[in-house]
């Protein structure tokens, strides 16, 4: 066993089975106020209701594709969301791990997953609920390994000759299939909610300061355009994600009312006395 596993795996062992056992405690609980609106919206989408028109609510429509798809499989009943949550926890909690345990020590690597079990559960932040940042979490998680897997990849320094060699080539092209891929990860999260936009800028940062560092060696012009070339398929996850969800309400006539729903109303919560760019990065 490596020293990473020698005591990380058996904390992360016990992380899982504390979790378990934790949130086994709440299943008799009822849903709190937002996870029971989000299950009772995904019974009227069952029923044939149109979101935004024949039922509304001021939330990206994720939640509500996620709580509909787990009803229609297992029902509508509390129990559905308490088990589709556990599982996102403990897909979580497996990310933490394969985060940390290649990167760190083995105690680093236990501290990281003890400490996100233990608030992965707190009541105080409804750790032990069913809301859309547990959901979140492990999406983000999956992109954040993701782009650790691409970087990781990526790290051997280049000169402007390797560019031209076929396993560069390869290289590269798998590293932007990482990216699309976190970015796509990342979209479905903020359809979940949309100040997951935040972790998208640290992850654009992340990359971009990335891709300086390998292709340092190069002209300024060429950096330039590397760091663009690197960006893009992290860009273009997300504008899939919602141009498609877009484009569906458009093409359904409820465009205005998803634009509302998702993004305009939300923006009361910031300064109301200033302009939309203001309200906007307010919100966020």
């Not at 989408?45 to 001021?58: A, F, I, K, P, T």
């Not at 290649?102 to 809301?131: E, K, Q, R, Y």
Request: net charge negative; proline share 4%.
């Amino acid at each position: 066993m490596t020293s990473a596993g020698r005591y990380c795996v058996p904390l992360l062992l016990a992380s899982m089975v504390g979790l378990l056992v934790l949130r086994g405690m709440a299943f008799e609980l009822p849903l709190e106020t937002d996870e029971a609106n989000y299950a009772y919206i995904a019974g009227r989408l069952l029923d044939g209701d149109r979101l935004y028109v024949d039922v509304w609510d001021h939330q990206p429509p994720g939640v509500f594709a996620l709580y509909g798809f787990a009803a229609a499989i297992f029902g509508n009943h509390d129990a559905t969301y308490r088990y589709l949550a556990t599982g996102a926890v403990l897909v979580s909690l497996l990310l933490v791990y394969r985060c940390t345990a290649p990167h760190s020590g083995s105690v680093s690597c236990g501290v990281a997953v003890v400490l996100f079990a233990l608030t992965a559960w707190d009541p105080a932040i409804g750790g032990d609920g069913c809301n859309r940042e547990i959901f979140m979490n492990a999406l983000i998680l999956a992109a954040f390994a993701v782009l650790m897997h691409t970087a990781g990849s990526a790290a051997s320094d280049r000169t402007p000759s390797d560019l031209a060699s076929s396993d560069q080539v390869t290289s590269d092209r798998a590293s932007g299939r990482g990216r699309l891929a976190a970015g796509v990860l990342l979209g479905l999260a903020s359809t979940l909610k949309t100040v997951v936009a935040v972790q998208w800028f640290a992850f654009a940062i992340w990359i971009v300061a990335g891709s300086l560092s390998v292709h340092r060696r190069e002209a300024v012009v060429r950096r330039i355009r590397s760091v663009g070339i690197d960006l893009l398929p992290f860009c273009a996850g997300p504008a899939f994600i919602w141009v498609l969800i877009s484009g569906y309400f458009a093409v359904t006539d409820r465009g205005l009312a998803f634009w509302e729903a998702a993004f305009g109303f939300n923006l009361g919560y910031s300064d109301v006395d200033s302009g939309f760019p203001g309200r906007f990065v307010g919100f966020f």
